[in-house]
C-alpha cells in the first residue's frame, strides 16, 4: 500500500513537472530558472523564438550573443528585466514588442543597429540608455520613453572635451549647458568651425557635427521628434550611412577626429583602414597628416561713434562727416579708428572753441 501511494506521488511529481515545461521548451544551449523565472540565452535566438512565454520575468544573455532575431520575445508580457552582453550588435524587428512589464533598457556600447518596432507596445518603458551611435530604423521605442545616447568624447585642452557625431536616423537634442554645436568649414589645410546657437540645440538627422563639452568627456543626447532650427548647410562634414562602413583609399584621403600628437583635431586615416557606420569624418586630397581646427570668431573690429555732448545748444545746427563723405546731422556712428571726422556749425550762435573728449 505504502508502495502505491509513492508511486503515485511520483507520477503526480513527474506529470507537474512536464506540465510546467509543456509549453516552454528553451532553445538548445539556454538555461530556465524556474525559481527565479530567468531565462539565460546564450545564443542568438531564433526568430519567434520564445514569442508569447509569458513565464520568463528576467532576461541575462550571454556576451556570445550577437543578434536578436525578429519577434524573439514578443509578448512576453511579465518580463520585468533584460541583461544584455558585451557582444550584441543587432536587435531585429519587433524583438520585444508588446513587452508591457519593461520600464528601462540600457543597451552595451556594441549595439549598432536597433530595427523599427524592437520596443514598441512595451507601454511601460519609460527609460532607455544607448552607450553607443546605433542606426535606429524607423520607430524603435514607445513615444513615451526617455530615449538617452552616451557618447564619449576626446579631451583636448583642460576642461574641454571634443567629438564629431554623425545624426542619420534621429533627431538628438544636446544637453542645454555645457555643450556647443558646430559645424565645420574647410579651407586650406584648417577647419574654421561655427558655433549652431538654435536654442532648441538639437542635431536634426543626417547632419554630422562637432561636439564640444565644459562638463565631462561623457555627452548625453536625447532623442526628440522635433527638428532643429539650425542651419547645417555649408558643413564639410560627412557621415557614413552604410552598414559596411566605408573604407579609406590608399592614398587616404580620410580624415577622423583624435587627440594625437598635435592635440585634438582631424588626422589621415590609414588607407585600408574602416570607419563603422554612423561615425562622422571629412575628406582631404592633400598630403598633411593633420587638419587643425579654430571655435574662435575672430574679434569685431572696434568702431567709434561721433555725437555732440548733452544739452549743447543749437544742437540741430551742428553737422559732420567721415573722411571725404558728405556731411550729415550728428551723430556719426560706425567709424574705424583713424577716421578723419570734420564738423560744421550752420547756426547764428558764436562758436568759441570745440572740444573732443573719448567717452569711457
Known sequence: MKTKKLLSILALLCITASSAWADFTPQTGDEWNSDTKTLTVNSDPKASAYRNKTEIEHLIFANAVTTINN???????????????????????????????????????????????????????????????????????????TVTMNLTAHEGEVGEYWMTFYNKYQNFQVPTTGTQIFKAALSGTSLKLTELTAEDKTVTKDNAVILKSTTGSTISLTLTTTASSNDFSSNSLLGVSAAAGLTAPDPSTIYVLNNGSQGVGFYKLAGGNTLEANEAYLTYDGSEEFLGFSSSEPAEPATYTVSLKEGTEDATSWQGKAGTGDYQELPLTGLEAGTAVSVKYSGTKKVKSVKAKKKQ
Open 71 to 145: 519577434q524573439a520575445f514578443q509578448g512576453c508580457t511579465k518580463l520585468a528585466s533584460i541583461t544584455f552582453g558585451s557582444g550584441l550588435t543587432t536587435i531585429y524587428p519587433y524583438a520585444f514588442q508588446g513587452c508591457t512589464s519593461l520600464t528601462t533598457v540600457t543597451l552595451p556600447a556594441s549595439v549598432t543597429t536597433i530595427a523599427g518596432g524592437s520596443f514598441n507596445g512595451c507601454t511601460n518603458l519609460t527609460t532607455v540608455t544607448l552607450n553607443s551611435n546605433p542606426a535606429i530604423v524607423g520607430t524603435a521605442f514607445p513615444s513615451g520613453a
